[in-house]
Nanobody
């Protein structure tokens, strides 16, 4: 069983930045894909970004390309999401995800509990 723990959510004004972090203490996710999904009120959960455990490739949703950057430290089984130029429409609960090899699409088997990101206009 893999336990994912997110941190770094909060409230920020439009145009600001936040950095989300995800840790998987005690697990080995070296070759697994890791990524982030989000769910806004009244909407389905949607893919945000993913990074491969093999080769380091990444994949982003069109809505965040050029604004969000995903990274990972495989030695620590951690994955970060740097979010810049945030918009009110980025407001959602963000979930860390892990598992599988594919990043397009990502098909995770493990999920974190989520962290709230709120962007005010």
């Amino acid at each position: 069983q893999v336990h994912l723990v997110e941190s770094g959510g909060g409230l920020v004004q439009a145009g600001g930045s936040l950095r989300l972090s995800c840790a998987a203490p005690g697990s080995t996710l070296v070759i697994s894909a890791m990524g982030w999904f989000r769910q806004a009120p009244g909407r389905e959960r949607e893919f945000v970004a993913a990074i491969s455990g093999v080769g380091g490739g990444s994949n982003y949703a069109d809505s965040v390309k050029g604004r969000f950057t995903i990274s990972r430290d495989k030695s620590k089984s951690t994955c970060d999401l740097q979010m810049d130029n945030l918009k009110p429409e980025d407001t959602a609960v963000y979930f860390c995800a892990a598992g599988g090899l594919s990043i397009a699409p990502m098909k995770p088997g493990y999920w974190g509990q989520g962290t709230q990101v709120t962007v005010s206009s």
